[in-house]
């Protein structure tokens, strides 16, 4: 099995890809976003997808969307075909496109929102933090995206504050400043430490 950065050549795998989110969904009876053939064969055109192959054979799919002018992403239709589930694909993939979109939009917020515990658990593990739908994008376009949902409603009656999804949010600036204040605060601690030893050893 191998996960790759999906291009034009995978195109014919557009179709599969949507029948699948779309049966993963009314399984799950969970709430999805749909998306056409064509919409998932731009994103490969665009580079903004990895997919799973084995072999020929479709394993899974996951791509990126940009939302307000690039400073937000999201990790959008996550998906492994029924005869690949339980063997920890889903995890590799989202790996895989969480580290392509660092990499691509290296100054965006990277977020998520989902009903399912499996993503925020995956989530959680390469370090997104649960947030409000405020501190999300405010991109209109990316809402407009629920409407396909069958949970839309419950998104309008709160203007979009709430959902039963939960929004996950990746901010790799804000985890630089975290690390410099972590190291600040560990230089402050050993150099009270030292001054605190060169005290005792003078009045010795």
């Given at each position: 099995?191998?996960?790759?950065?999906?291009?034009?050549?995978?195109?014919?795998?557009?179709?599969?890809?949507?029948?699948?989110?779309?049966?993963?969904?009314?399984?799950?009876?969970?709430?999805?976003?749909?998306?056409?053939?064509?919409?998932?064969?731009?994103?490969?055109?665009?580079?903004n997808?990895?997919?799973?192959?084995?072999?020929?054979?479709f394993?899974?799919?996951?791509?990126?969307?940009?939302?307000?002018?690039?400073?937000?992403?999201?990790?959008?239709?996550?998906?492994?075909?029924?005869?690949?589930?339980?063997k920890?694909?889903?995890?590799?993939?989202?790996?895989?496109?969480?580290?392509?979109?660092?990499?691509?939009?290296?100054?965006?917020?990277?977020?998520?929102?989902?009903?399912?515990?499996?993503?925020?658990?995956?989530?959680s593990?390469?370090?997104?933090?649960p947030?409000?739908?405020?501190?999300?994008?405010?991109?209109?376009?990316?809402?407009?995206?629920?409407?396909?949902?069958?949970?839309?409603?419950?998104?309008?009656?709160?203007?979009?504050?709430?959902?039963?999804?939960?929004?996950?949010?990746?901010?790799?600036?804000?985890?630089?400043?975290?690390s410099?204040?972590?190291?600040?605060?560990?230089?402050?601690?050993?150099?009270?430490?030292?001054?605190?030893?060169?005290?005792?050893?003078?009045?010795?």
């Open positions: 099995m191998k996960i790759v950065i999906a291009d034009k050549s995978h195109s014919v795998y557009a179709a599969v890809i949507c029948e699948t989110i779309a049966e993963s969904a009314n399984v799950r009876g969970t709430g999805i976003a749909k998306r056409t053939p064509e919409y998932i064969t731009t994103k490969m055109e665009n580079g997808a990895v997919i799973a192959l084995d072999g020929k054979n394993v899974g799919f996951c791509y990126i969307e940009a939302w307000s002018h690039g400073k937000f992403v999201a990790n959008s239709g996550l998906i492994v075909h029924p005869d690949y589930r339980g920890g694909y889903a995890k590799q993939i989202k790996q895989r496109v969480f580290e392509h979109s660092k990499t691509k939009f290296p100054k965006a917020k990277i977020f998520s929102i989902t009903t399912g515990l499996a993503v925020m658990k995956m989530n593990d390469l370090g997104y933090k947030v409000t739908f405020s501190e999300l994008t405010e991109d209109q376009t990316f809402w407009d995206g629920c409407q396909t949902c069958k949970n839309y409603d419950v998104l309008q009656r709160t203007e979009q504050k709430m959902c039963l999804c939960t929004g996950m949010l990746y901010d790799a600036n804000a985890k630089q400043k975290e410099k204040q972590i190291k600040k605060n560990v230089f402050q601690r050993l150099k009270h430490i030292k001054e605190t030893m060169y005290l005792k050893k003078d009045k010795k």
